[in-house]
Nanobody
């Protein structure tokens, strides 16, 4: 069992930055692909970024490419999402999710989920 806890969300203004953290407990995070998803009110949960267990494989949704950066520190059992140049359209609850092996694009491919952290970007 892997327990995930997100942190780092908040209320910021357009153009600001935030760094989200996802810390795992229960067992080592090594070997787990991790994704950051977000869900805005009335919209489906979507994959924002993902990283392979070794950190060599990364994915970014077109809407965040060039602004967001994903990384991980397996020694700390933590995955980070650095979000720069935030826009009001980035407002959502952000979730991290993990699955054994490489990350995938779909919500149903992940076995473990955090509780989410709210990111609000004001214009």
């Amino acid at each position: 069992q892997v327990h995930l806890v997100e942190s780092g969300g908040g209320l910021v203004q357009t153009g600001d930055s935030l760094r989200l953290s996802c810390t795992a407990s229960g067992r080592t995070f090594s070997g787990y692909g991790t994704g950051w998803f977000r869900q805005a009110p009335g919209k489906e949960r979507e994959l924002v970024s993902a990283i392979g267990w070794s950190g060599t494989i990364t994915y970014y949704a077109p809407s965040v490419k060039g602004r967001f950066s994903i990384s991980r520190d397996n020694a700390k059992n933590t995955v980070y999402l650095q979000m720069n140049s935030l826009e009001p359209e980035d407002t959502a609850v952000y979730y991290c999710a993990a699955r054994l092996g490489q990350p995938g694009p779909g919500v149903r491919q992940y076995d473990y989920w955090g509780q989410g952290t709210q990111v609000t970007v004001s214009s």
